[in-house]
T-cell receptor
Framework: DGGITQSPKYLFRKEGQNVTLSCEQN?????MYWYRQDPGQGLRLIYY???????QKGDIAEGYSVSREKKESFPLTVTSAQKNPTAFYLC????????????FGQGTRLTVV | KQEVTQIPAALSVPEGENLVLNCSFT??????LQWFRQDPGKGLTSLLLIQSSQREQTSGRLNASLDKSSGRSTLYIAASQPGDSATYLC??????????FGGGTRLMVKP
């Protein structure tokens, strides 16, 4: 089955702790994205990558970091510098190109305890 | 900077009604527009993709239109069913291959 897999589905973080969210895709897409969704709101872009070993900041990158060592994988680390990390995190991928369609994973809900 | 607005924010209708969800965007220089469905606590499912050169796309009971010059898109749902209850999001793709999302319309279809 082709698709995007995010893990874990639920994640709990203590104050001052870094946590990493996994995103893997087997769609052979070059572009991958991380979005944050807060209750009742749309999605905001955290980071994106259009090629291995390269990535760019989105609108709300502060307190987050990413890596893109493999085409299939784009993990997101939520660092202790992110002051309000409780949210729903969504990973997406697409073919690089103007008219291409984006596909999403099932999300990870992160809660600070 | 692109801004996307969806109206209404929430909608409750009886089963069987035809309904229209609205999406507007401020910058008409887009490559495409995508409508998504999101169930509570789940990811996004792509419903329809309209390229900037197209006027509409249809899939089953769903029809999406695009008027790029006026910065508007509508999602028409025919003969609504309780299973259509979800949040519907529109997103436009512009420069840099980025998607900008609206805030969504939360739809409830009552049996």
């Amino acid at each position: 089955d082709g698709g995007i897999t995010q893990s874990p589905k639920y994640l709990f973080r203590k104050e001052g702790q870094n946590v990493t969210l996994s995103c893997e895709q087997n769609l052979n897409h070059d572009a991958m994205y991380w979005y944050r969704q807060d209750p009742g709101q749309g999605l905001r872009l955290i980071y994106y990558s259009q090629i291995v070993n390269d990535f760019q900041k989105g609108d709300i990158a502060e307190g987050y970091s990413v890596s893109r060592e493999k085409k299939e994988s784009f993990p997101l680390t939520v660092t202790s510098a992110q002051k309000n990390p409780t949210a729903f995190y969504l990973c997406a991928s697409s073919i690089v190109g103007a008219g291409t369609e984006a596909f999403f994973g099932q999300g990870t809900r992160l809660t600070v305890v | 900077k692109q801004e996307v607005t969806q109206i209404p924010a929430a909608l409750s209708v009886p089963e069987g009604e035809n309904l229209v969800l609205n999406c507007s965007f401020t910058d008409s220089a887009i490559y495409n527009l995508q409508w998504f469905r999101q169930d509570p606590g789940k990811g996004l499912t792509s419903l329809l993709l309209i390229q900037s050169s197209q006027r509409e796309q249809t899939s089953g009971r769903l029809n999406a239109s695009l008027d790029k010059s006026s910065g508007r898109s509508t999602l028409y749902i025919a003969a609504s069913q309780p299973g259509d209850s979800a949040t519907y999001l529109c997103a436009v793709k512009g420069a840099g291959n980025m998607l900008t999302f609206g805030g969504g319309t939360r739809l409830m279809v009552k049996p």
